[in-house]
Every structure is written in C-alpha cells, then in structure tokens.
C-alpha cells in the first residue's frame, strides 16, 4: 500500500487536481496529504520555517477529518496569509487532527503561486489501510 519513500503521487483528472498520499500511520498520511495539496500550490523550497502555528481540526468521521483538514489549512493559506512548509501532526483520531505548522507570511516576491486550489472534495474520496495507509483527494482548482 504505501509506497516507500514517495509520500505522494499525483494524477490527472478532468478539472481537478489529485494526489494520492501515503502513510505508516494516520499522523503520517495526514501531513503527506497536506505536502501533495501544497505541491500544487507553491514550490516548498521557496518556502522557509520562520514561524509555528497550531492548528486544531474536528469532523464527524475520518473521510471527513482528512477533507477538513486539508480545507482548514487552505483557509490559514487564504484568509490568514500564512505559507506552510512542514505539517508537524501531532495526532489524529477518527474525528480530530491536533497539529503544528511551521512556516511563514506569503511573500509575493518570492512565492510564486502554481495552481489556485479552491477546496479538497469528497469526490472519489478514498482512504485504506493494508500495511499503512493511503488517501486518494481531488482537489477543485
């Protein structure tokens, strides 16, 4: 299920953008998601560690934690203006994400923004666990 050493892949889609994420456990696919999310977004390596930032998120099931998650963290891009470049989760239950973010403020000078991602969906959206676990998300560009 998880392949080693990629923490992400990314596919095609009709006017969408996808990944498919892995993970050992839930804290690991968690931020994998959020790093293939970002990929689209931003180049990482224009991005540095200045500032943390916890984040808290609640949903009533784990297919609908991972699709706030990632939606949560669009707003801290949007609304706040905060650029991150590591996902530090903390923990993960099935209806709660507790994580740390470290980044920093949107520069435009130096980010360079590649897709505008609108929201993760709950289309096609598929999390398995066998020897870890993966999470196929479609992304509304």
Known sequence: MTAPGVPFEVFDHPAEAGIVAYGRDLPELFANAARGMFHFI???ATVQVRERRPRAVAADDLEGLLVAWLN????????DGFLPKEF???????????AGLAGEPVDPRRHRFRLDVKAATYHALRLERGDGWSARVLFDV
């Open 42 to 44: 931003v180049d990482p």
């Open 72 to 79: 949560d963290l669009l707003v801290v891009l949007n609304a």
């Open 88 to 98: 530090l989760v903390e923990e993960v239950t099935p209806t709660r994400v507790r």
